[in-house]
């Protein structure tokens, strides 16, 4: 008997799960939920996490898909992926809404350019 292969999607969902194997992470994604627009700025100031170790956090959401955007040591600029962002809640859940008519992301009030760019055009200096 042959055994069946793991599908696309169940490897999409894995990789997000290891992704919020850590609390900071899970707090970053929480956070940034809740933003209009990409967010630039020190996230240490925020929540609790040491200035040190929030670039390899983010790298870490952004390698899983869930955020997009700069992150350098210079430069921070990042936003909330609303579409693998909606198929971890609707999937990996399972609470029934459809990715489509996502119900966790409220649109913006005021529209932002660069919530789905591939890549922000535009950056921060933040000084580390």
């Known amino acids: 008997m042959a055994k069946d ?6 490897e999409k969902l894995a990789r997000f799960a ?9 707090a970053i994604l929480q956070m940034q939920s809740k933003q209009t627009c990409c967010y630039h700025g020190d996230t240490s100031e925020i929540l609790p996490i040491a200035k040190s170790t929030l670039p390899q956090h ?3 959401l952004k390698e899983a898909g869930l955020i997009q955007g700069k992150i350098t040591p210079l430069m ?10 909606c198929v971890l ?4 859940f399972a609470v029934g809404c459809s ?7 409220a649109p913006p009030a005021v529209a932002c350019p660069l919530l789905f760019a591939a890549e922000p ?6 000084s580390y």
Not at 76 to 85: A, G, S
Not at 99 to 105: A, I, M, R, T
């Open 18 to 26: 290891k992704a919020l194997g850590h609390p900071i992470r899970i």
């Open 89 to 92: 809640m609707c999937r990996f």
């Open 76 to 85: 921070v600029l990042y936003c909330i992926n609303k579409k693998n962002f």
């Open 99 to 105: 990715v489509s008519k996502c119900c966790f992301l």
């Open 121 to 126: 055009q535009i950056g921060f200096d933040v």
């Open 58 to 60: 983010l790298k870490e």
């Open 5 to 10: 292969k793991l599908t696309k999607e169940q």
